[in-house]
């Protein structure tokens, strides 16, 4: 787990550098544009589109949304099929720590016998997901007020 979280920063880390290094340069190269007086390098698309449009709001509300309902139900049916009883050995060893802590011998026999399922990790883990699901609903709830905004300010020109 922790090769897959340094891989994903790692991975990042370097998009942001390259990413940096390319502004960089075309910043560098808009400068001596400019120092010789001819005219500047076109800018590229990625610089020539509004930093937002509505549809991103769309695009990113349907990801968080769906990464969310993913991330619930994987999380639940992993809760649900991780159910197994106890092992000998965890009752063994509930049992007597149960006798050094002074529990009756009624009580070590029933911890001893008990095999009911044990719950891992438990279905209330599933609740994580509600947090993605929340931010896509989020995004998604933007696009559509954004969306009348603007259909507003068309009907006005």
Same mark, same amino acid.
């Given at each position: 787990?922790? %090769? =897959?979280? +340094?891989?994903?920063?790692?991975?990042? *880390? #370097?998009?942001?550098?390259?990413?940096?290094?390319? @502004? &960089?340069?075309?910043?560098?190269? @808009?400068?001596?544009?400019?120092?010789?007086?001819?005219?500047?390098? $076109? +800018?590229?698309? =990625?610089?020539?589109?509004? $930093? #937002?449009?509505?549809? +991103?709001?769309? /695009?990113?509300?349907?990801?968080? /949304?769906?990464?969310?309902?993913? *991330?619930?139900?994987?999380?639940?049916?992993?809760?649900?099929?991780?159910?197994?009883? @106890?092992?000998? &050995?965890?009752? %063994?060893?509930?049992?007597?720590?149960?006798?050094?802590?002074?529990?009756?011998?009624?009580? %070590?026999?029933? =911890?001893?016998?008990?095999?009911?399922?044990?719950? &891992?990790?438990?279905?209330?883990?599933?609740?994580?997901? +509600?947090?993605?699901?929340? %931010?896509?609903?989020?995004? /998604?709830?933007?696009?559509?007020? &954004?969306?009348?905004?603007?259909?507003?300010? =068309?009907?006005?020109?």
């Amino acid at each position: 787990m922790l %090769v =897959v979280i +340094l891989s994903a920063i790692a991975i990042i *880390a #370097w998009s942001l550098t390259l990413r940096y290094k390319r @502004r &960089e340069l075309q910043h560098k190269e @808009r400068l001596a544009a400019m120092d010789k007086g001819i005219a500047l390098p $076109p +800018l590229t698309d =990625v610089e020539r589109r509004a $930093p #937002w449009s509505p549809r +991103l709001y769309l /695009l990113r509300g349907m990801i968080w /949304l769906f990464m969310g309902i993913g *991330a619930t139900i994987f999380l639940a049916a992993l809760s649900i099929t991780s159910q197994r009883p @106890r092992s000998a &050995e965890e009752r %063994v060893r509930a049992a007597t720590y149960l006798k050094q802590s002074g529990a009756t011998d009624e009580q %070590v026999r029933q =911890v001893q016998n008990d095999t009911s399922p044990r719950n &891992e990790p438990g279905i209330g883990i599933a609740f994580i997901g +509600l947090i993605p699901i929340g %931010v896509g609903a989020a995004y /998604l709830i933007f696009y559509g007020m &954004e969306g009348k905004h603007m259909a507003q300010e =068309v009907a006005r020109d």
